[in-house]
């Protein structure tokens, strides 16, 4: 008898079941399957990656499940750069690009393969397939990642093998069994992260494809949304987080981040998660959501609701700031401009707001100068979105902050204001109100496409959109 599993209730395996279980399996390898639409582009951004790295060996993984409790697991979600340079998902996987004497590199792919059915592990074990589901055999994975792809049970001894024979780089804190098995410098192996966000930077054509539909799946999660405002007032913000988590269950992988369902004062806490708060009308429901494509890009939205249906004076004073706010920030992305210029001219016209309402002392530009609208705006105008909600974080300033905007980019424009409810400074009816107005922005060859501007956003087509949904 084989070990038993603590706790469980069979006592062990016996000789005749596991000879039982080991028999009379057909044959079930797929020769229907077609190369991935993705696998030309990521084709084409290895090729990218090899030139920066001539001689140089580079290891890219996927990562592996992570424990909940016992023999429970979180979702598993890749590595972005590894997506990104495979267009595959799986788990436990890692690219490997291997220097040529020409200065290029050979890619192959290290896989899971299928679990052999010539011991108890394929039936028995609760990451095995018959538990998880089907995994691709090495031929299946070579056929739809157009790649090359070896058994990753062997990866780190061939990887200790090859070690010495050229210089290595690995995406740090991803694998820790791959990272054990080669010996690397952290400077040089956070360049490589470096170079995979850089190279994130500019989407091509079949990236801006899925933005386009994790923005229009995000649409209509929105849509889904506001109509079951009444029933989030009846019970609570759980109502509008589960609402958007159907829409993006069904139609992508996932959210791309934690729904962000913020009502009254929740909404002057910038990640606010928990939503288990109460909807109350005549307060405000800030909602920053995104679907996650089931290829694993992810838009990143957010629209700030009268719940009641309209907005009152102060909450509309609040909200037409940001809305110019973001006007003018927009009005400024196109190729060329600096990256930080919609950050400036968002800040600037909020900065200017405060001084007027008396918030922060003035003249507008010295308080903008000095950063004294921070109090109340408190983060940064937006961020680069792709396959993570702040895609290319690993970026150097110089190509990122401090760069240029080129066409290809998509990145988030959305500035707020958030008065926090024990906030002295701002008068009693203003404490607690928070409004962000979020967008998508692909920056195109003679300025910007805004891929959210489905979505109402002054608060005359806000209030509009809420007096159609009530019927
Ligand atoms: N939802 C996170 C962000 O807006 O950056
Ligand atoms: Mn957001
Ligand atoms: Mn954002």
Request: glycine share 8%; with cysteine; net charge negative.
């Amino acid at each position: 008898m084989a070990k038993a599993r603590k706790n469980g209730l069979y006592t062990g395996i016996s000789e005749e079941l596991s000879a039982l279980m080991r028999t009379g399996w057909a044959d079930t390898e797929r020769h229907d399957l077609t190369p991935d639409p993705q696998a030309p582009y990521a084709a084409r951004r290895r090729a990218a990656l090899s030139a920066r790295f001539p001689g140089e060996r580079l290891v890219i993984p996927s990562g592996n499940l992570k424990a909940r409790s016992n023999d429970d697991t979180y979702p598993f979600r890749p590595y972005s750069g590894y997506v990104h340079m495979t267009g595959d998902q799986a788990r436990d996987g890692a690219l490997v690009l291997e220097p040529r004497a020409d200065g290029g590199h050979d890619a192959y792919c290290y896989q899971l393969p299928r679990d052999a059915r010539d011991n108890d592990e394929f039936w028995s074990g609760y990451t095995a397939e018959l538990w998880m589901g089907r995994r691709h055999s090495l031929a299946e994975a070579e056929t739809v990642l157009g790649l090359p792809c070896r058994d990753v049970r062997t990866a780190a001894a061939d990887l200790a093998a090859a070690a010495g024979t050229v210089p290595t780089r690995i995406v740090r804190g991803v694998d820790p069994a791959l990272e054990a098995a080669v010996t690397t410098d952290e400077d040089r192996d956070d360049e490589l992260e470096e170079v995979l966000s850089e190279l994130r930077l500019i989407k091509d054509e079949w990236e801006i494809g899925e933005m386009r539909r994790a923005v229009d799946s995000t649409v209509r999660g929105f849509t889904d949304a506001v109509g079951e405002l009444s029933r989030a007032v009846e019970t609570s913000e759980r109502w509008i987080d589960g609402t958007f988590y159907r829409r993006a269950r069904l139609e992508g992988n996932s959210v791309g981040y934690g729904s962000i369902c913020a009502a009254g004062d929740h909404a002057t806490i910038m990640h606010w998660t928990t939503n288990d708060g109460p909807v109350r009308p005549g307060e405000l429901l800030l909602f920053d959501a995104g679907v996650e494509t089931t290829t694993l890009y992810t838009a990143d939205v957010t629209r700030t609701l009268p719940i009641s249906g309209t907005f009152s004076d102060v909450q509309r004073r609040v909200y037409d700031a940001v809305y110019e706010a973001q006007e003018a920030g927009m009005a400024t992305v196109k190729p060329g401009a600096a990256y930080r210029d919609f950050h400036e001219a968002a800040q600037r016209h909020l900065a200017a707001r405060l001084v007027e309402w008396g918030f922060i002392e003035g003249p507008a530009e010295r308080a903008y100068e000095l950063g004294l609208q921070r109090r109340f705006t408190m983060a940064g105008t937006g961020h680069m979105l792709g396959l993570d909600v702040h895609d290319c974080a690993h970026a150097r300033n110089e190509e990122y902050v401090d760069g240029v905007l080129e066409p290809g980019m998509v990145l988030t424009v959305e500035p707020g204001l958030y008065f926090q409810p024990d906030d002295l400074t701002v008068p009693e009816e203003w404490r607690g109100i928070g409004v962000r107005i979020e967008d998508d922005l692909l920056v195109t060859e003679d300025g910007h496409e805004n891929l959210s501007a489905a979505l109402p956003r002054s608060s005359a087509e806000v209030e509009a959109w809420m007096a159609r949904v009530a019927g």
